[in-house]
């Protein structure tokens, strides 16, 4: 069977894909990316269950957060509670990260006469036993049921990144008009010659106070961006004053404006239109890759420190090609600064001097990557062989 991006077989037409909605906007933004691209890409039937509609509705507005069921252009969205209804079991089911299925869920799938296929979308990793857990088969017990673990990743030998079929297209069509466009949409002065423009969107940090001391202190002009939550907050302490309004914040060479919530599109073009992009998490993350900008990670910290590695796994394959060993260090100095220890100021200085050389590698990063295929198309590939 010759495998077509655009369609999906008629027998595997029907997707639940269910969402458990555990660090505010990560879960649900990689779960909604992917329903978003199985409908629109593949022509899928997809009914998304989410637990948590009001921290949906900030990257989807049109989100009811009171209604048991709703649609979303051709996505059916239903509410997730404990007391799970009586429905029909769709020919693939996938569990995102762990969430755990309903048991009347899990059960009404033991009936079926042709069992779904069930995928565990698992959290993505760089490390290097993903490549070989991707795919593989967990039978349950006592069941004629199998669960098959699917890793996002880095490398053809895993699940891939989650792209949109016209992301990279849209991202080079984005030029200095589009976004000039952007920048005034969001009541933001457009670009003065000499400054860096920055968007911020992390976790409360410690490294910030001093990071944020150096912008100000120069050697040139920074405009932050900052997304809200706990960086809104974490800079506003820092300046001793809430944001004027929708003006910004000023001191030295730092000028700061707060952002409003931004819809997933609207926050991709956000790190298009950035000079170099804090993000954090694993959506955000994943994006400001297909941005092919300056970016520095904050990753999801974790018990006994475990996320440390994941980092250095991410950090050995991204830095693997970028030359000189020197420039390589210095983004490696500047995120490990930022994630658990060492100097931000002087990390920052080292990135930002190597800026143009790394948006340079961004470019090529984003062209390997692109050589794993997507997400969906991969899962779409893998449920047509089953």
């Known amino acids: ?15 639940d894909i269910f969402c458990r909605v555990v660090d505010n906007y990560g879960d649900i933004g990689v779960c909604w990316r992917l329903a978003r691209q199985l409908a629109e890409d593949h022509g899928a039937d997809v009914r998304l269950w989410v637990d948590d509609l009001a921290s949906f509705s900030k990257l989807c507005p049109s989100i009811s957060t009171d209604a048991t069921e709703q649609h979303v252009g051709s996505i059916e969205v239903r509410r997730w509670t404990d007391d799970f209804p009586s429905v029909d079991v769709a020919e693939v089911v996938v569990e995102a990260f762990a969430c755990e299925l309903p048991a009347s869920y899990i059960d009404a799938m033991a009936r079926r006469e042709v069992a779904p296929v069930w995928i565990n979308l698992e959290y ?14 967990s039978p349950r017990s006592n069941s004629t049921l199998t669960k098959h673990f699917f890793f996002p990743g880095f490398t053809p030998r895993t699940g891939g990144l989650p792209r949109e079929r016209r992301l990279l297209a849209d991202r080079a069509a984005f030029d200095s008009a ?29 490294a910030l106070p001093e990071l944020l001391r150096t912008w100000s202190e120069g050697p040139c002009a920074v405009r932050l961006l900052v997304t809200p939550g706990a960086a809104t907050a974490q800079v506003q ?4 004053r809430e944001f004027p309004g929708t003006g910004p914040l000023e ?3 730092l000028t700061a404006h707060a952002l409003p919530f931004l819809p997933q599109a609207a926050f991709d073009r956000l790190l298009w239109a950035c000079d170099v992009n804090f993000v954090r998490g694993e959506d955000s993350f994943v994006r400001a890759q297909w941005a092919q900008r300056p970016f520095v990670w904050q990753i999801y910290p974790q018990a006994e420190n475990v996320h440390l590695a994941k980092l250095d796994a991410f950090l050995d394959r991204y830095l693997a090609e ?13 995120w490990q600064a930022w994630n658990f220890d060492g100097d931000i100021g002087a990390g920052w200085l080292d990135f930002a001097e190597n800026r143009q050389s790394v948006e340079r590698h961004g ?10 295929g997507n997400l969906a198309n991969n ?6 062989g089953k």
């Open 237 to 240: 302490r820092w300046f001793g």
């Open 178 to 206: 589009a976004e000039a466009e952007f920048w005034s949409s969001l009541g933001t002065p457009g670009r003065s010659a000499d400054e860096t423009r920055i968007s911020l969107f992390c976790y409360e940090n410690t």
């Open 379 to 384: 899962l779409v590939c893998f449920v047509s």
């Open 251 to 253: 001191t030295g060479f």
């Open 124 to 137: 993505l990793s760089a490390e290097g036993w993903v490549e070989d857990c991707h795919r593989l088969a």
């Open 322 to 334: 970028l030359k000189p060993p020197s420039m390589a260090e210095a983004v490696r100095r500047c």
């Open 1 to 15: 069977m010759r495998y077509n991006a655009a369609t999906i077989e008629m027998n595997m037409r029907r997707w």
């Open 363 to 372: 470019k090529v990063w984003a062209s390997q990557l692109d050589q794993a």
